[in-house]
Each structure stands twice: as structure tokens, then as C-alpha cells.
């Protein structure tokens, strides 16, 4: 589960679901029964799947993807949304081996799998987060320096980068945050507005982006499954695959059982869940 389930429960996120309806967005499990004509899979299977807060679902074959053995479902229900949104984010920010990549709320779900890749395709990382048991996550995912940014970043982000700044920022808070960011950003930069766990979306001076030779740069990864959804599959085919060598390691902070997961969307609303809380 996710800060999105969050939002679409509270009738605050972009696409509205009318109740009543079963939460959650994806899952991992093992088949136990095929539709008629279904080709591929057998019975006992183990897949990654949509699916909401519920012990059985039905799912259409062709969105299956087959785990590999060696992958847990705790792993594998952890990794799916986060991980796809943190690939496409950076490839959608173009970022290079080298560069400096400022990830904020990196101890929430999509920011801590943007740590994880963000590394993997050779970026410096600065994380920030608000307390050190979550600074201390986001180093175990590789990042190379961590800021509390309780009380601002912007500065240290200069100190860590000779004064140049952040070339690609991923924001899934938004409000003071972006901000701060937009004072914290290298020329060229690139800020990526993921998400608005603040509660507000900034305004983006167009002032500050002239004098920066910066981009804002939107996106969601559900309009990339929707309206490209050969890219997205290719995607997801490229992070199974890292899944499966032990490339990326995607992160769980709580696992309840179902019948706690009101229990655990509060956590995630308290922001005490690290990467990801899970139903099991
Ligand atoms: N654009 C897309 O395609 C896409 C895809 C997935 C998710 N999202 C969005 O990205 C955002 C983050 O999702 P997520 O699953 O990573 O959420 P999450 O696991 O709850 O993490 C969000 C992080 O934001 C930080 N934060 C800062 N101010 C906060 C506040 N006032 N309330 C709550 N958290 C606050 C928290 O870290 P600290 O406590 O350490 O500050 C928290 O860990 C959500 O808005 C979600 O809808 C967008």
C-alpha cells in the first residue's frame, strides 16, 4: 500500500473512484486458478499482479509477470509502483552517470526506490528525510550524503556541490519544498514533480527557471501504463530483471496482516512507514 491509496480513499487524488471500491494497486502471489483459453501460466505460478487490499483477486493474464524464484512476495509486492515510478522519472529527467540527483521524502515509497535506481544508473545521490533512523535507510540504499531537511536543505545542497547545485531533483512533496529547491538547483537542472505529501503544490517562479536554464518536468506513471504502455512494460521487464540479480532492493518498513490495513494506512499518514508498509 501506498500514499496514492491514501489520497484515492480521502477522494483527494487526480483520478476519482467512486466508492465503493477494494483499494490498492498491486500485489504478488501465486495463481490458483486459470480463465478459460489462458495460455503461459500454470497453477501455482508465481506473479506479479494488480490487485487491492484482498486475499484473492482476478486479473487479466496478459498483465502477469512471472517472479523469479529467488524473489520473495514480500520483495516483489514492494517493488512494482515505486520502482517503476523512480525509472521513469529519471529517464524522464535525463539523467546522466555523474550528475548530482536530490531526492526528497527519500525514506517514503517512490524516493527510497529513487535512491536505489538513481544509483544504479550512476548518479551522485543526496537523500533527504526527516529523522536519522530514515536518513540511516536511505544510506543502506546507497545514497552518498543525507540531509535532515526539518529545517531547510538548501545550503548544504550548495556545500556538497561546490555551490553549482542539484542537476536533477525529484519532489514528491511539493510546497516549501519545492521552494527551497528551486534556490538548490544546478543551471541546466531538472526538478521532477512527483507528488504533493505537503498538502500543496508550488507555484514554479517561471523567473527563476529563465535565470536557472532549468525545467519543471510533470509526470505520472499511470499515464505512461495508459498511453504507452509497450515503454512501461519494457520498463518493468528492465527492473524484474534487476530484481531478480539483486540489483535494486526495494524496502519495507511494516508488514500487517489485512485486517490491520487501516492500521497501516494511518502509519503512512503519521509518515512513520519507511519505503513501503505491506498487507500480508
Ligand atoms: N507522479 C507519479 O507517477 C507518482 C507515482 C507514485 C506516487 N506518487 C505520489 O508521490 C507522493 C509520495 O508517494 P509515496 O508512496 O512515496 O508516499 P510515502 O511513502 O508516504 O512517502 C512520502 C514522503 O513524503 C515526506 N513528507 C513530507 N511532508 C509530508 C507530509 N506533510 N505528510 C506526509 N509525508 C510527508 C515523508 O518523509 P519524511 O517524513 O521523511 O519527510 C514521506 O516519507 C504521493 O503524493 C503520491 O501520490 C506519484
Redesign the pocket.
Known amino acids: 500500500m501506498?500514499?496514492?491509496d491514501v489520497?484515492r480513499i480521502a477522494g483527494q487524488?487526480h483520478v476519482k473512484t467512486a466508492p465503493p471500491f477494494i483499494p490498492g494497486g498491486e500485489a504478488a502471489g501465486q495463481i490458483i486458478e486459470l480463465g478459460t483459453g489462458v495460455t503461459g501460466f500454470t497453477v501455482g505460478d508465481r506473479v506479479l499482479c494488480g490487485g487491492g487490499f484482498a486475499e484473492e483477486t482476478v486479473q487479466p493474464a496478459a498483465s502477469l509477470i512471472k517472479l523469479p524464484e529467488n524473489i520473495s512476495f514480500e520483495a516483489a509486492a514492494a517493488f512494482r509502483?515505486?520502482y517503476t515510478?523512480a525509472l521513469y522519472a529519471l529517464q524522464r529527467a535525463r539523467l546522466q552517470p555523474g550528475e548530482t540527483l536530490l531526492v526528497h521524502?527519500?525514506?517514503?515509497?517512490?524516493?527510497l526506490a529513487t535512491v536505489d535506481v538513481g544509483k544504479l544508473m550512476g548518479a551522485r545521490v543526496i537523500a533527504t528525510?526527516?529523522?536519522p533512523e530514515?536518513l540511516e535507510i536511505c544510506m543502506r540504499l546507497g545514497a552518498d550524503h543525507v540531509i535532515d531537511?526539518s529545517s531547510g536543505f538548501r545550503d548544504q545542497v550548495l556545500s556538497l556541490t561546490g555551490g553549482r547545485g542539484a542537476d536533477v531533483i525529484f519532489d514528491?512533496?511539493g510546497g516549501d519544498?519545492f521552494d527551497e529547491s528551486m534556490r538548490a538547483i544546478a543551471p541546466f537542472g531538472r526538478i521532477l514533480i512527483?507528488?504533493?505529501?505537503?498538502?500543496r503544490p508550488a507555484v514554479a517562479k517561471t523567473n527563476h527557471l529563465l535565470v536557472k536554464d532549468a525545467e519543471v518536468v510533470g509526470?505520472?506513471?499511470?499515464a505512461l501504463n495508459r498511453l504507452d504502455p509497450e515503454r512501461a512494460r519494457r520498463n518493468l521487464d528492465v527492473l524484474v530483471g534487476w530484481l531478480g540479480a539483486g540489483r535494486i532492493s526495494p524496502y519495507h518498513s511494516h508488514a500487517l496482516p489485512l485486517a490491520q490495513a487501516a492500521e497501516a494506512l494511518r502509519l503512512?499518514?503519521e509518515?512513520k512507514?519507511i519505503g513501503?508498509a505491506l498487507l500480508v
Not at 521524502?105 to 524516493?111: K, L, P
Not at 512527483?194 to 498538502?199: A, D, I, Q
Not at 509526470?219 to 499511470?222: E, H, L, P, S, V
Open positions: 501506498s500514499f496514492t489520497l487524488y509502483s515505486n515510478t521524502g527519500a525514506a517514503g515509497g517512490v524516493g528525510a526527516r529523522n530514515r531537511y514528491p512533496v519544498v512527483v507528488g504533493f505529501t505537503s498538502g509526470f505520472t506513471i499511470g503512512i499518514v509518515r512507514v513501503k
